[in-house]
């Protein structure tokens, strides 16, 4: 094989010069490379290896003998990427000359996972890249490991983001998703003495292939200052924002391909810049670091994805960063993606932005500014367009997740928008007093301006007040949304309340993560059209009663389970056995998901052991394992990890409970680890308190990778549980009713004295037993529990134990259980976020 491959002729020789203004109509319109179409490389293997050392030679500028393993994973990303680009360029002239309404997806978080396999997957050349880096002597599985996951999301919201966006790729929608490039992401989790620290997650570092900067289309957002009034010479009064201070957001366009149909869609991410980076006069005098504040302040807005914000300079930030990337989104496709002679009257035929959550709801003033200020509309008509361009999707019940920001932050910082924020509030509570004529109490609670404890701007208040549509999550999450959350809302405006229950794209979750499964459905099924057409999985069913493909279905779990041991063996220095059942659950940590009472459960099977009340041999041989990461400022969260790798450290290590109890805890749980540790679960934890849980995607994949659930009646639980069937859902705890006629007399301690097993559960946890003897060091957690209990685990832990007694019986029958987890695969095909997606078309965009 050679080293050197030989130069792509795609320089043309009529014009050398790089400078535009140089190259004429007549280039334009003659040369193929420049007015299109633009051609990929052959899809054989010699194509690709010929690009591939093209892109090692001119694009890393070594040779293959010289190569190091990231030179080659670069190069390995170029070339597939370059096999992208011509269905990238023409999906963007193809949408530009249909003038197509277009999806504008605003989150602050997209959590992508790695795009190498995704993206070969998407065009079809995994088999083609395998053979062409065996031909240069290359390890194509080195290169994927080399590859880091981006830093640009933390949960189920960033992920949900990220797989609409693959869905309305592959269903050929135009979509531009919009969001912010962070410089660190989140944070790398590791721990120290079992106890969480956070790490810069450097994901940047290596270099990142997938993303295109583009500094020709700056935009200028603006901070700080003050507005005047004028009046123009028709008489018209006109406002003027000054800001104090600006920044400029530097887009950075990715990739979004759609499965095998040729259509590659834009997300578009912006990083923020100093106007003037450098201050060569103050360099000059010896203040090195005065040269760089202005790049420096203005870089941290982009720096960090959700800025501990327990502080106010925090605060600031947070809302620097959502202003930020919806200034910059609005500008953008206003200024540089619609014609220049559009009509801004008809904006809604050309776009509606959807708000994932709250973060991006300031786009909804952002958007009046610019109708109003620079646009020349009356306030009538800028509402009017504004009302019909934004929907909003909620996706919490917890008030302290919906967003409020102080009147003192907000008018320091976003003054104009301060003041149309009070204007729409008064006109909106004029009408509140029209439909409802009396009843002050009413309007103070629905406006959009809390007067207690202090003076603060509902954001959750303001996208409804402006959205076209408001949906929540999952059937049980929407009903709670209009009946509790926002009940005045949805009674003056009932219309405008629906549901639209999330998905999860069958391309990553199951044909890219679990290629034996994968293999096993298409070879059933007779081809792999359920990648896009998931409900075809039903045809599945009748396999649940054949003896020998429900033994495939177990060996496709068995070989998950090996590869899944391997990996936290090398990674986390783990080691489990692939002989036990793998009981998973991996979420945020939060105290309303409840990994305390997951938490109970282990340590009152630990507890039974020790105390001689059950012997180990009649223990259901179990590996429990944790994912999570907390929140930097979240204290109680954090003393929960702590206490979970605090029992994980004792139970692992006592020859008493070997073989049947192990607990694991690998640090940074990530989409990487996801797609390696969901298709071995045999069982699912979604035990959050009925009525918290919006919906949870978690839930989704495991169902759809063949793991049974264990789950309250909340969020999508409620769905999976009517969709697969009640014997094969292991249900458990209060309804949400019930929850709500428990809480004004809830007392935690009582189910302590009552509830001798739990008592000694406890009891174990309190005497120091996993943590030397330091009673101080799990005392947070047990006094929050015996003395606030906020999600009410004591009260649950009962029917959860009786239920994992169910889980126990179930599983000792391995043919039975593999009845059960094949008919969750074959009735999950709802939760395709390519079904999401065709909900929101049909109910919420029309587009």
């Known amino acids: 094989m050679t080293d050197i491959a030989p130069l792509p002729s795609v320089v043309s020789d009529e014009s050398p010069s790089t400078d535009v203004r140089r190259i004429g109509p007549a280039f334009r319109t003659s040369h193929p490379l420049a007015s299109g179409p633009v051609v990929s490389p052959p899809n054989t293997?010699?194509?690709?290896?010929?690009?591939?050392?093209?892109?090692?030679?001119?694009?890393?500028?070594?040779l293959l003998s010289q190569s190091t393993v990231n030179d080659q994973y670069l190069?390995?990303?170029?070339?597939?990427?370059?096999?992208?680009?011509?269905?990238?360029?023409?999906?963007?002239?193809?949408?530009?000359?249909?003038?197509?309404?277009?999806?504008?997806?605003?989150?602050?978080?997209?959590?992508?996972?790695?795009?190498?396999?995704?993206?070969?997957?998407?065009?079809?050349?995994?088999d083609i890249a395998e053979d062409a880096m065996r031909r240069c002597g290359i390890d194509i599985a080195a290169l994927r490991a080399q590859e880091v996951e981006p830093g640009l999301g933390n949960g189920g919201l960033g992920r949900l983001a990220a797989c609409f966006v693959d869905s309305l790729a592959t269903m050929d929608v135009p979509c531009i998703g919009y969001g912010i490039r962070y410089e660190y992401g989140i944070f790398r989790q590791t721990f120290e003495g079992d106890r969480q620290v956070e790490l810069p997650d450097s994901w940047l570092s290596l270099g990142n292939p997938w993303e295109f900067p583009h500094p020709e289309r700056q935009v200028l957002v603006g901070f700080g200052g003050s507005t005047a009034t004028t009046t123009d010479a028709a008489g018209v009064a006109r406002t003027t924002w000054t800001p104090d201070w600006q920044v400029l957001g530097m887009p950075y366009h990715y990739m979004v391909p759609g499965f095998r149909n040729g259509v590659v869609n834009t997300l578009r991410l912006w990083s923020a810049r100093a106007t003037q980076d450098f201050d060569l006069q103050i360099f000059n005098s010896g203040d090195y670091a005065e040269a760089v504040r202005a790049q420096t302040f203005a870089e941290n807005i982009s720096k960090v994805l959700y800025p501990e914000d327990s502080t106010p300079q925090g605060k600031e930030l947070r809302l620097q960063q959502q202003y930020f990337f919806v200034a910059c989104s609005l500008h953008d496709f206003i200024d540089n993606t619609l014609p220049a002679d559009f009509d801004l009257r008809r904006l809604h035929e050309r776009i509606v932005f959807q708000l994932n959550d709250t973060h991006p709801v300031i786009a909804i003033p952002e958007l009046m500014r610019i109708l109003m200020d620079r646009k020349g509309f009356e306030w009538d008509e800028a509402w009017e367009i504004t009302q019909q361009c934004f929907a909003y999707t909620c996706h919490t019940l917890l008030p302290e997740a919906l967003e409020v920001w102080s009147v003192e932050l907000l008018g320091r910082l976003l003054p104009r928008h301060l003041e149309i924020i009070y204007r729409i509030n008064e006109e909106f509570l004029e009408r509140v007093r029209e439909a409802f004529p009396g009843d002050e109490m009413r309007a103070r609670r629905m406006s959009v301006i809390a007067e207690y404890p202090?003076?603060?701007?509902?954001?959750?208040?303001?996208?409804?007040?402006?959205?076209?549509?408001?949906?929540g999550v999952a059937e049980l999450h929407s009903q709670l949304l209009r009946d509790k959350v926002l009940p005045d809302f949805s009674e003056l405006w009932p219309e405008k309340f629906t549901n639209v229950t999330n998905g999860i794209t069958p391309r990553r979750f199951v044909r890219l993560a679990n290629r034996r499964l994968s293999d096993l459905l298409t070879d059933t099924l007779g081809d792999d059209g359920w990648v896009t057409d998931l409900d075809r999985l039903r045809e599945l069913e009748p396999y649940a009663d054949d003896a020998a493909f429900r033994e495939e279905f177990r060996a496709v779990k068995r070989g998950n389970k090996e590869r899944l041991v391997k990996l936290l063996a090398v990674r986390d220095g783990l080691e489990l056995s692939p002989d036990t059942m793998l009981d998973v659950m991996v979420k945020r940590l939060h105290e309303?998901?409840?990994?305390?009472?997951?938490?109970l459960h282990i340590v009152s099977l630990y507890e039974g052991v020790v105390s001689g009340r059950v012997a180990a041999e009649d223990l259901t041989p179990?590996?429990?394992?944790?994912?999570?990461?907390?929140?930097?400022?979240y204290h109680m969260a954090k003393e929960i990890i702590f206490l979970v790798n605090a029992v994980s450290d004792v139970v692992n290590s006592d020859p008493r409970v070997a073989g049947r109890l192990a607990v694991a805890f690998p640090a940074n749980y990530n989409v990487t680890l996801a797609e390696k540790l969901i298709p071995a679960a045999d069982l699912s934890e979604q035990i959050s308190l009925a009525g918290k849980e919006a919906s949870g995607t978690g839930n989704m994949k495991f169902a759809l990778n063949g793991a049974l659930t264990i789950g309250t009646d909340d969020g999508a639980n409620v769905e999976i549980r009517r969709l697969v069937g009640d014997d094969n859902f292991f249900l458990f705890g209060m309804t949400e009713p019930e929850v709500e006629r428990l809480r004004p007399g809830y007392s935690p301690s009582s189910y302590y004295e009552e509830n001798p097993l739990l008592r000694s559960t406890i009891d174990l946890l309190a005497s120091g037993h996993f943590t030397g003897g330091d009673r101080q060091a799990v005392a947070p957690v047990i006094d929050n529990l015996l003395h606030q209990d906020s999600f009410m685990a004591l009260a649950d832990f009962q029917a959860y134990l009786d239920a994992q007694a169910r889980v126990d019986a179930a599983y000792a029958d391995q043919d039975g259980w593999a009845r059960s987890a094949i008919l969750n695969v074959a009735r999950s095909g709802f939760f395709s976020s390519d079904r999401s997606m065709r909900d929101y078309l049909e109910r919420i965009w029309h587009a």
């Open 622 to 633: 179990r590996t429990f394992v944790f994912g999570a990461k907390a929140a930097p400022g």
């Open 45 to 62: 293997v010699d194509g690709f290896v010929e690009t591939f050392l093209a892109e090692l030679n001119y694009g890393q500028g070594t």
């Open 454 to 471: 202090d003076r603060a701007v509902r954001m959750a208040y303001l996208a409804t007040v402006a959205g076209a549509k408001v949906n």
């Open 75 to 126: 190069a390995l990303a170029r070339t597939v990427r370059r096999y992208l680009m011509a269905d990238w360029l023409e999906t963007g002239a193809r949408r530009r000359q249909a003038q197509q309404k277009t999806i504008g997806y605003l989150s602050a978080e997209y959590l992508l996972g790695r795009q190498l396999g995704n993206n070969l997957l998407a065009t079809n050349l995994q």
């Open 592 to 599: 309303y998901k409840r990994q305390t009472l997951k938490l």
